[in-house]
């Protein structure tokens, strides 16, 4: 498990990828302990996400703790090297795909109908038809520099997540089982309701709502989204021994360093 999750993280490939690629080769196989070559997948891809979950931020502390043993064992880094520690800040991108005001609207809404369906709340209006008519329209009419058509089918989104916020509130208003179910779906859906173009802080993705809008000031690249990530490596050889999250769009980090 803990070479499929480096494999994975090397290449950038998702969980499902990288368990179908270690079926062909024989180099990641013998990585991660096989003696022999196999030909059957070595898990169920959702393995390796309940796994994360599983060992949690001190379980990951661990692998890296013995990542650096490793290295030691191994002489790729000596005791001297780690004397002197050099740490930097950059963008761990997220796996997000480009947001937008049209598309996030219309999957918070089908979120929330999943939702509703999968617990038995009945919705007056899913908006099933035309939530997807007025998001193909959107992304037409923005393709084609269209502004003001865009911004109305923009503007239909909004009315339907809000018309189906309410109903659902409605539906559960004297249910505490269930508020509890949609307290975090509503919560999203309603913070993408009152947000506007200029605020800060803005939710940029359902799936990982700490992703924050970072400028680089890159060239061929303005903005990334993800979170600003601390990197810890030995001065001399560059063998990484830390690394933590700094979500919260920081500007400063202070830190110290123990032999």
């Not at 368990?19 to 096989?34: H, I, K, T």
């Not at 761990?92 to 999968?118: G, H, I, M, Y």
């Not at 018309?163 to 993408?192: G, S």
């Not at 173009?197 to 060239?219: F, R």
Request: with cysteine; glycine share 6%; charged share 25%.
């Amino acid at each position: 498990m803990v070479g499929l999750q480096y494999l994975k993280h090397l290449y950038g490939l998702s969980d499902d990828a990288v368990v179908r690629r270690w079926v062909e080769n024989p180099y990641w196989q013998y990585f991660c302990g096989a003696e022999y070559f196999e030909h059957q997948l070595p898990i169920d891809p959702s393995s390796m996400s309940r796994f994360r979950h599983r060992i949690g931020t001190s379980g990951c502390e661990l692998i890296l703790q013995a990542t650096v043993a490793a290295g030691l064992k191994s002489k790729t880094i000596k005791p001297a090297h780690l004397k002197r520690i050099t740490v930097d800040t950059t963008v761990e991108e997220k796996a997000v795909s480009f947001p937008t005001d049209s598309k996030l609207l219309n999957r918070s809404r089908v979120r929330l109908v999943k939702l509703c369906r999968q617990h038995g709340v009945v919705l007056r209006q899913s908006y099933a038809r035309k939530g997807p008519q007025a998001l193909f329209r959107a992304n037409r009419y923005g393709h084609a520099r269209q502004m003001r058509r865009m911004r109305s089918r923009v503007k239909k989104l909004h009315i339907y997540l809000g018309r189906v916020v309410r109903d659902i509130e409605r539906k559960i208003a004297a249910q505490p089982e269930r508020q509890a179910i949609f307290a975090a779906e509503l919560a999203l859906a309603k913070r993408l309701l009152v947000q506007q173009k200029q605020d800060k802080n803005k939710l940029y993705s359902l799936h990982a709502p700490e992703v924050e809008c970072i400028a680089k000031g890159k060239a061929h690249k303005r903005y990334e989204f993800g979170v600003k990530a601390s990197i810890a490596a030995t001065n001399k050889s560059n063998f990484v021994v830390g690394g933590i999250a700094l979500p919260g769009n920081q500007q400063s980090t202070a830190c110290s360093l123990h032999e």
